[in-house]
């Protein structure tokens, strides 16, 4: 048998980093943050505790990488690019991808909501976060500024506000929420 080439050694350090990132988003969802450790995310990995380490210097970078992995799947649908100013049928892509990209990655969500109510981990949340979540409400405040709203800052930040809303309804009440039906209701009223 052959020595692995560097690409192939490349594909198993990066299939690895994302089991273990996966591994890592469904305790900390499950378990909490404060709560789940390192030893178990190594178990659910199925790999040793100091491979672990071999990846993630900490439990707090294990995290960083578990929000980055996670954001850039919705980062990539709001790419700033991707929407000068929206139509209003962009508008309903966008509300509708929101909840679709939600629906297929609940556990992410979960976590996402979980860590506002976590304050040792805020400053990293917010770190990661706030730049995506400016730019988000940048695009809605330009549509808003194009029909001519009389605050459109606000109305973008309220929406903002109404999205996280129904998301945790969703995310707390499961296939018992109504989401398509909210969603129309919202789309309508902030169209």
Known sequence: MSPRTDKQNKEIRQKTE??????????????????????SIAKKAGVSKGNLYNYFDSKQDLLEGVLIHGLNQFADFFDEDSFDILSEKEFEI???GNFEMIRANKTFWKLYYNLFAQ?????????????????????????????????????????????????????LMGKSYPLNEVVDQLIEKFK
């Open 18 to 39: 994302l089991i273990i990132i996966e591994s890592a988003l469904v305790l900390f969802a499950e378990d909490g943050y404060l709560g789940t450790s390192m030893q």
């Open 94 to 96: 966008a509300i509708r």
């Open 119 to 171: 304050p040792k981990v805020q400053g990293l949340f917010t770190k990661i976060f706030a730049p995506f979540l400016e730019q988000y409400i940048a695009i809605f405040e330009a549509y808003y500024n194009n029909k001519e709203d009389k605050n459109p800052k606000a109305t973008a930040l309220l929406l903002g506000s109404a999205l996280d809303g129904v998301s945790l309804g969703y995310l």
